[in-house]
């Protein structure tokens, strides 16, 4: 008998499908977020790696999902980071801006501990 095993392609692809799925069931920014006329993430990455992935920005509008699950960068990692606490906590605060780190918690090729960490600041902005 043979058995199949997860390879971390496999497991993610089963990631970004899961991701998928939730982005298309999420409500849109302007039912989770009256008010919000947009809400900007930028995303700075460190790690003890030579490559780092590139900075980030992304600008929600009103009719985007509210989806706030990233996958990390590194392609062949497992993890993911999830901001939706985060940007209910700026949201609701109303503060103009928030920042944190996340570290991705994720097993990369040969089941080594990613160690990226990700820099983030949220901007909500309202009418």
Do not use: N
Not at 54 to 65: C, I, K, M
Not at 83 to 93: F, H, Q
């Amino acid at each position: 008998m043979k058995f199949a095993s997860l390879t971390v392609a496999g497991g993610r692809d089963a990631m970004r499908e899961r991701h998928r799925r939730a982005r298309i069931a999420a409500p849109t920014i302007r039912t989770r977020f009256p008010g919000l006329t947009s809400l900007q993430l930028d995303f700075d990455f460190s790690d003890t790696t030579s490559f780092l992935p590139s900075p980030q920005v992304t600008v929600f509008h009103p009719p985007a999902p509210a989806y706030f699950c990233f996958a990390c960068p590194y392609s062949d990692c497992s993890g993911e980071f999830d901001l939706t606490g985060m940007v209910d906590l700026a949201v609701s605060s109303r503060d103009s801006q928030a920042s944190g780190q996340l570290a991705c918690v994720g097993t990369r090729h040969r089941g080594v501990a990613c160690t990226l960490c990700l820099e983030y600041t949220i901007s909500p902005h309202w009418a």
